[in-house]
């Protein structure tokens, strides 16, 4: 018998002997560390996502003669702040429409949205099996993604749909959301901001995470029989040990 395992004494069977059952050995503290830095870096990512709600998102600035200190637009997961109104009353010449009127099913479903990728990546830390443990790292990476595309979307509508009975005319156009760009006679800037690079930070965190879960599941001693489903709870009282 390996000095690993441990044996216990049962009561003699009907053969008259007494026997010895082996017992499995428990994961060793390696392993138990692993799996609990899952849970914390998880539970750090949600907790960066959570703050980054309450964050600017991205900024756009616009240049012009007129204007030489710039106008600044800051966008937030609950609306547009900064130089907005001013840059509403310039938009009105060239017949675009108002800031406040984008994304606004966005913004009232962003709260909600974060809760749920909390509750997501919880579930996902605790409960996703070998097959689904990757998951983890796309919760993570779908909400900047997310922002990015909406973001893109509502910049390109507001640039093709202008008024056409606008003073000035411009033809269709799409705001940079990345670098430099022009619009008319203004200059423009756009860059992300604190809130964005806290969504990314926490995909980086599910990210290590994902891959830190997956070496644990793959050398755990039910690998072979999980499922989409991880019947332990990951760090459950049984988890990694064989039945």
């Not at 990345?178 to 965190?205: C, D, H, R």
């Amino acid at each position: 018998m390996t000095a690993a395992a441990e044996t216990k004494d049962l009561k003699p069977r009907d053969d008259g002997h007494r026997h010895l059952e082996v017992l499995k050995p428990a994961p060793s503290k390696r392993k138990t560390a692993a799996r609990w830095s899952v849970i914390l870096l998880s539970l750090a990512a949600i907790g960066l996502q959570v703050a980054a709600f309450f964050q600017s998102w991205w900024w756009i600035k616009l240049y012009a003669p007129q204007y030489p200190k710039g106008l600044k637009i800051v966008i937030s997961l609950t609306g547009v702040s900064g130089d907005a109104r001013e840059v509403d009353i310039l938009n009105h010449y060239i017949g675009m429409a108002s800031l406040t009127k984008a994304a606004t099913l966005e913004r009232q479903w962003a709260a909600y949205g974060v809760g749920l990728l909390a509750v997501l990546v919880v579930a996902l830390m605790l409960l996703a099996g070998r097959k689904l443990g990757r998951l983890l790292a796309m919760a993570g990476f779908a909400f900047p993604a997310a922002f990015i595309a909406d973001s893109f979307y509502w910049m390109y509508r507001f640039g093709h749909n202008l008024n056409p009975e606008a003073p000035i005319h411009l033809p269709p156009f799409t705001p940079q959301l990345f670098g430099n760009g022009k619009i008319g006679q203004f200059m423009t800037f756009a860059s992300p901001s604190t809130g964005f690079w806290m969504a990314v930070a926490a995909f980086a965190l599910l990210a290590v995470a994902a891959i830190v879960r997956a070496r644990v599941c793959a050398s755990c001693a039910k690998a072979g029989d999980c499922g989409a489903v991880c019947k332990d709870a990951f760090v459950g009282p049984k988890a990694g040990l064989a039945t």
